[in-house]
């Protein structure tokens, strides 16, 4: 876990999918829509957004089981952001 600026983005391009990533932050942010890691295998590019209120983490906590059992059975994921 880290911020944008700590992964080696071209040394994880580089691995061609040994290596897996979940990034919501990314370097360069916003992220440019012909990025290679966009396509990148094992790269999963989450929205980059803060939760402070006191609801948010039981949610996000609901959401991200109900993610990785979607993931784990198959199963196509929720909310996937279409790039154009």
Known sequence: MGRGPLLDTAALLAEKGRVRAALDVTDPEPLPADHPLWDAPGVYITPHVAGGAQTFYPRARRFIDTQLR???????????????
């Open 70 to 84: 979607r993931w784990a059975e198959g199963t196509p994921l929720e909310n996937v952001v279409q790039r154009e």
